[in-house]
Antibody, heavy 122, light 108 residues
Framework: QVQLQESGPGLVKPSQTLSLTCTVS??????????WNWIRQLPGKGLEWIGY???????YYNPSLKSRVTISVDTSKSQFSLKLSSVTAADTAVYYC??????????????WGQGTMVTVSS | QSALTQPRSVSGSPGQSVTISCTGT?????????VSWYQQYPGKAPKLMLY???KRPSGVPDRFSGSKSDNTASLTISGLQAEDEADYYC????????FGTGTKVTVL
């Protein structure tokens, strides 16, 4: 059973870079047919897709965040990571990593991490 | 891209049916078959309930069904149960992905 687990600082100062890692266990991050995504949920609000990475390293980002987002993968550690630069209070959210099963269909986020709360504050 | 529009809340008694709408545009819901639905309990991660408009992942009860017409997708829960009380979000492919505003389902 594939499981995802987010990790990283829960508090980031304004203007700094938010860095999170998602560790994949119980399966291979290098399996074809899966995109590895980051999705966030602002407090009391809806979900926002941030971007994804394929095990080969190819990425695609939300156009509204593209200038500040970098997603990378380390297949040897079975991890993928998110960096969001120049953060403000508006980036305070629960950040989820999620697997997208493209064999099912685009947008089929079938496995999620438990989520990690990141607060942007000085 | 703007968030897809969902009703803030819907409610029903046990055994009844409720339908949640998800309205987008011709650039997202109207243009692709890639609409998915997620159930979320408070403090928990979302769970995939439907994908490709109406397909159910293994383990999701057949009480959950989906459809799409023009720019609006819908999730119907038939035979409503107490455990169905949760927030529900739609999601559409649109070149990237856009989620709905979310609907709270209350079982009376």
């Amino acid at each position: 059973q594939v499981q995802l687990q987010e990790s990283g600082p829960g508090l980031v100062k304004p203007s700094q870079t938010l860095s999170l890692t998602c560790t994949v266990s119980g399966g291979s991050i290098s399996s074809g047919g899966y995109y590895w995504n980051w999705i966030r949920q602002l407090p009391g609000k809806g979900l926002e897709w941030i971007g994804y990475i394929y095990y080969s390293g190819s990425t695609y980002y939300n156009p509204s965040l593209k200038s500040r987002v970098t997603i990378s993968v380390d297949t040897s550690k079975s991890q993928f990571s998110l960096k969001l630069s120049s953060v403000t209070a508006a980036d305070t959210a629960v950040y989820y990593c999620a697997r997208e099963d493209t064999v099912m269909g685009l947008g089929a986020f079938d496995i999620w991490g438990q989520g990690t709360m990141v607060t942007v504050s000085s | 891209q703007s968030a897809l529009t969902q009703p803030r809340s819907v409610s029903g008694s046990p055994g009844q049916s409720v339908t949640i709408s998800c309205t987008g545009t011709s650039s997202d819901v109207g243009d692709y078959k890639y609409v998915s639905w997620y159930q979320q309990y408070p403090g928990k991660a979302p769970k995939l309930m439907l994908y490709d408009v109406s397909k159910r992942p293994s383990g999701v009860p057949d009480r959950f069904s989906g459809s799409k017409s023009d720019n609006t997708a819908s999730l119907t829960i038939s035979g409503l149960q107490a455990e169905d009380e949760a927030d529900y979000y739609c999601c559409s492919y649109a070149g990237s992905y856009v989620f709905g505003t979310g609907t709270k389902v209350t079982v009376l």
